[in-house]
């Protein structure tokens, strides 16, 4: 244990202590936590609170999750369930122990032929519905986080979104759970025997069960009120729908659980109905000249007609008209325009042509700004959406840095709608919140209202304090509405459930919780909560850090996707903790903890982030927690590393001699060792420099080339250009990357990559320039990806220079073998016709040479860089052309090799690819990519040779006669 862990745990109050104890007997280390880096980093989730956790552990299994509750029943130590942490309500944070799912829980079952499909909570909502893609069938939540909300979250919050309404939510559509409760038990649903037992063994909670189901059956008012409230949509409270729909215990458990928000038991896997998936969709963004025209069109439809219907009022799509892409139209119109984007489905295209007739005929009395007109072109919808899925990230982008974004959520009945969107409109501009956009689900009665605060300021949480009072009294007292819709009750509604219910409901939720967990340490405080101010407690500040980082809303959308989510930090718990440093830096109030958050960042924080910027592509505001990284890198350059590395910038020529010839010494020796014995040697010696030494490995390469035309194969043939034909001339760069690393040993084809290239060139007829000075030449990404940026600009200045006069002032296209090179090169040189090999093959070659498709499974790799680019579908179908089945597997995004990170800072590859062998085809023998360090992690990982495309190109093709 080191001294840090120990002054920590004596840190805890003794009963935390103790049960640390209890659960470091079955958690291992590297998932338990209570150092102030971690309990920071995921102690803030997407909503506006803020709490940290004394622990925080990563359970694994459902024994994992068993023996936890049993160590917090024990000692009296509550409990927080986290998947994702993208909820909005505050019931994903705690104070106490949060127990983090992420990264694990990832199994699932296709039932009946796609009509059901079982998931554990690890899932992210998308995923499920990608499974059942070939089935034409869908889950029924579609939450607009269900890219990156998990299941786990989904049906604990009983989250629903723009088309599964009421009717597809995870009450309406859940078949079985497992469910493990407080005191351990486990309770499958979908097994009569585990039913039985749970009914025998737990006699005195289903007999509380049954009390309240009489209670609530023989109350006809009571009764009555929960039906009413269940037809719009309402996650305000626990389920108590449940004993009105069912009358068997296990069922009425079983519906409890969703939406109970981690406060009754621990859903560890669920059963869902599954339901279509339309083929065939077409949107209609309808233009009304005020609000109460809109919801006036809202009152004709249903969801029979159509599949949703989004409104939208002029302040929001006021956030998206200057966005490239949006309608010149949007700029044009009044102050009280309204916008309902309606979308229907259909089997086939007689069916989606009926139901556009079908609305056009219901709203044709409505008078609208522009002529209603529905489009079924799959990029002009997806356009139209893009309106509404960018409205809550604009209004975070435009925010005044240091405020957060609060986004609120409420239901009013359809026939109120006009009037109670007017009446909400009215309190926020009451309150001075003009630039408040008001937005939602029209269909269901469902609006978000987004506004941006600094709860810093005494003022401002007094206002949002008068604001919420007021909204809580429209909602339920003028109108009859939710209070929450479907983000969940969590802390910030909790102290208004018995407003909105009422006290006799309210009692009997209260009855539920204790029934369920009399110690009340499953998740305390969300849904039931007795201090009437909580909501106003523990909320989030958000100060500023950097300008790449400022904008960040903490959402999560870039979890998913980053390379390092599983091993140690993802970007949005990167950006917490470095917000907290730069504020400790500014107050200078906590200089320890300061000293230690910095301490602690280095690793996590720094040397496990690949850089890859992948984070950019899924974040809503576009940040590259990757760019902020490298600008932390360059603040620790100090005069000696700068000369360092200005050296090796100077003197590449020497540099790349060196590396071939130390790749070739070593190869020699693997010769001669072996495998075995050289790892284990290697392993040695990195254990004894304490990491200091790179970890070789089996796939390491030999020594590159430096190409020239004149080692072109002679037995090439090549392609004749047609008479009277301007030649074909192509400029040539072969990194630094591929004139220093060669094949590996066990690599399919033992030629350099310059040689395949080169081949492939030749049989398309093409002149190849190689530049001059080539040896010295670079693009600058290996210095740009540490911090120098100085040194990368001028390699990069230079390169350009060289290549620019090779191509005769950028008359001809050059190509570049390795795509993170060519992926800087494009962003830092603007005079150059720049490609990478996909996109050259892909662009000029595949109509120029003639390709033998081979009946054989290759796996592909697109690389961050070629993902940035959008290379992707590119990719494909170079793959396509060569070979029948292209394997491109979903769960790898980023390697994690991250230039010289593969060989530093292995973990992180491993981490990136530990899905990647389960992912391929067991005839899948030979892997693709256009990276050549990318392809030494790619084939440790995978068991099999990765290389470049252009073997793959000049295997299946020959000059087109």
């Not at 409104?311 to 916008?339: F, H």
């Not at 939710?482 to 009422?502: C, D, I, Q, Y």
């Not at 974040?619 to 360059?634: A, E, I, Q, W």
């Not at 004749?720 to 072969?734: E, G």
Request: with cysteine; proline share 5%.
């Amino acid at each position: 244990m080191s001294q840090d862990l120990k002054q920590d745990l004596a840190k805890l109050p003794k009963s935390f202590q103790a049960f640390w104890d209890r659960v470091a007997q079955i958690i291992p280390s590297n998932r338990l936590f209570c150092d102030p880096l971690h309990t920071l980093a995921y102690g803030i989730d997407a909503s506006f609170y803020r709490m940290i956790p004394k622990i925080v552990l990563k359970a694994r299994t459902p024994d994992e999750i068993t023996q936890v509750l049993k160590a917090s029943q024990e000692y009296k130590i509550p409990v927080t369930f986290r998947t994702a942490g993208t909820s909005l309500s505050g019931q994903a944070v705690t104070d106490s122990v949060l127990v983090v799912l992420q990264g694990a829980w990832r199994g699932h079952s296709i039932l009946e032929n796609g009509e059901k499909i079982a998931l554990e909570p690890g899932i992210i909502g998308a995923e499920a519905n990608r499974f059942l893609t070939e089935y034409a069938r869908k889950i029924g939540p579609d939450p607009a986080s269900i890219d990156h909300a998990m299941i786990g979250g989904i049906a604990a919050n009983n989250a629903s979104g723009m088309c599964c309404g009421t009717a597809d939510n995870s009450y309406q559509t859940v078949a079985e759970m497992k469910i493990i409760f407080g005191d351990g038990t486990l309770l499958d649903t979908g097994n009569p025997t585990s039913c039985v037992n749970f009914l025998k063994n737990h006699a005195a909670l289903v007999q509380e069960i049954k009390d309240i189901r009489d209670e609530i059956v023989t109350d006809s008012e009571l009764t009555a009120m929960i039906r009413h409230k269940y037809k719009i949509k309402n996650t305000t409270g626990y389920g108590v729908n449940a004993f009105v729909d069912f009358e068997d215990p296990i069922n009425i458990i079983k519906h409890l659980m969703i939406g109970s928000e981690g406060t009754l038991g621990f859903i560890s896997e669920i059963t869902y109905h599954t339901v279509i998936e339309h083929a065939y969709k077409a949107s209609a963004l309808i233009l009304y000249p005020d609000m109460e025209q809109a919801c006036l069109a809202v009152q004709h439809l249903d969801r029979e007609t159509v599949s949703a219907a989004e409104l939208m009022d002029r302040i929001s799509l006021k956030t998206m008209e200057e966005k490239p892409g949006m309608p010149e139209y949007l700029r044009t119109l009044s102050p009280t325009a309204t916008a309902l984007l309606v979308e229907v489905r259909g089997v086939d295209p007689e069916s989606l042509s009926q139901k556009i007739k079908q609305v056009e005929e219901l709203l044709k009395d409505i008078p609208t700004i522009l002529p209603l007109s529905f489009t079924s072109v799959k990029a002009e919808y997806e356009n139209l959406w893009n309106i509404r899925k960018g409205i809550f990230p604009a209004v975070g982008a435009i925010r005044v840095l240091g405020t957060g974004v609060v986004i609120e959520d409420v239901a009013f009945p359809k026939e109120h709608l006009a009037e109670a969107t007017i009446a909400l409109r009215e309190l926020l501009d009451k309150y001075s919140y003009p630039d408040a956009i008001i937005y939602g689900h029209a269909l269901d009665g469902n609006l978000h209202f987004i506004f941006t605060q600094d709860f810093s300021r005494p003022e401002n949480l007094q206002r949002y304090e008068r604001l919420t009072l007021d909204v809580t009294e429209l909602v339920v007292t003028r109108f009859g509405g939710s209070l929450k819709a479907e983000h969940g009750t969590g802390r910030n509604m909790a102290p208004f459930v018995e407003m909105e219910w009422g006290k006799k409901a309210y009692v009997l939720m209260k009855r539920l919780k204790a029934t369920f967990d009399p110690e009340n340490l499953l998740n305390p405080g969300v849904i039931i909560n007795d201090n009437p101010h909580i909501y106003l407690e523990n909320l989030k500040n958000m100060p500023q850090a950097h300008q790449l980082i400022d904008t960040c809303t903490n959402c999560g959308f870039c979890q998913a996707i980053c390379t390092s989510k599983n091993l140690t930090l993802t970007p949005r718990q990167r950006i917490v903790v470095q917000r907290e440093i730069r504020e400790l830096r500014r107050t200078k109030e906590d200089n320890e903890r300061l000293s230690r958050l910095a301490k602690d960042f280095e690793y996590p924080g720094n040397q496990t982030c690949a850089v890859d910027g992948l984070c950019a592509t899924t974040c809503p505001l576009g940040l590259n927690t990757g760019d902020y990284v490298k600008f932390l890198r360059s603040e620790s350059v100090t005069p000696t590393t700068r000369w360092i590395a200005e050296s090796i910038a100077n003197h590449m020529t020497g540099v790349t001699g060196f590396l071939r010839f130390g790749l070739g010494a070593v190869n020699g020796v693997h010769a001669v060792l072996g495998t075995p014995m050289m790892e284990r040697l290697t392993l040695g010696a990195r254990k004894i420099s304490r990491d200091a030494i790179p970890l070789w490995n089996p796939w390491m390469p030999k020594s590159g080339k430096v190409p020239a035309l004149k080692q072109l194969p002679q037995k090439i043939i090549t392609a004749t250009p047609a008479k009277d034909s301007a030649p074909l001339k192509v400029v040539y760069f072969p990194s630094c990357i591929t004139r220093s690393m060669g094949a590996a040993k066990n690599d399919l084809d033992q030629r350099a990559v310059s040689d395949a290239l080169l081949s492939v060139l030749a049989k398309a007829g093409y002149e190849v320039i190689i530049p001059p000075t080539m040896n010295g030449l670079c693009c600058g990404m290996p210095w740009e990806s540490k911090g120098f940026f100085e040194t990368a600009d001028k390699k990069s200045a230079e390169l350009e220079k060289v290549l620019f006069a090779a191509s005769e002032g950028g008359k001809y296209p050059i190509l570049c073998d390795t795509s993170p090179c060519l992926y800087r090169m494009k962003r830092v040189m603007h005079s150059l016709k720049l490609y990478e090999p996909v996109e050259f093959i892909h662009d000029f070659l595949l109509d120029r040479l003639t390709f033998n498709q081979l009946s054989e499974t290759v796996a592909v790799h697109v690389t961050c860089s070629s993902i940035k680019m959008n290379l992707k579908n590119k990719f494909y179908n170079v793959a396509h052309a060569c070979a029948e089945t292209v394997i491109m597997p979903k769960d790898i995004q980023c390697c994690g090799f991250a230039g010289d990170r593969g060989f530093t800072v292995p973990e992180l590859n491993s981490s990136a690819l530990a899905t990647l062998k389960e992912s391929l085809p067991k005839d899948c023998h030979a892997g693709y990519s256009n990276s050549r360090t990318c392809e030494i992690g790619l084939s440790l990982h995978s068991g099999i040779s990765y290389q470049s495309i252009a073997y793959l190109v000049d295997k299946c093709t020959k000059p087109r006669a």
